[in-house]
C-alpha cells in the first residue's frame, strides 16, 4: 500500500491531482475497512459498535463528497476516483 501511494507523488500528474488521487486513495482505504467492520459487527450482533461504524462510514463518506465538490469547484473537473 505504501508504495502506490509513494507512486502517486511521482507520477506526472498536476500537483491537484496527486492531491485528488492520494486522498482517495487513503479515503477509499479507509471506507473499504469500515465496510468490513460493519459486517464483522452485524455477524457478531454488536449493535452498539455497529452504530459507531456506521457513524463513521456516513461522515467518511461526507467528507469525500466535500472533497469532490471543492475539487471540481477549484479545478473545473471531477477528482476522478470519488
Known sequence: MQKEYEEIFESNL????????????VINSIETHTKN???????MNDRETLVKEQIKLSSIQHA?????MVYLR???????NG
Request: hydrophobic share 40%.
Open 14 to 25: 498536476s500537483e491537484a491531482d496527486k492531491i485528488a488521487k492520494a486522498f482517495h486513495f
Open 64 to 68: 469525500k463528497g466535500i472533497f469532490n
Open 74 to 80: 477549484a479545478t473545473g473537473k471531477r477528482s476522478g
Open 37 to 43: 467492520e460493519i459486517e464483522l459487527l452485524k455477524a
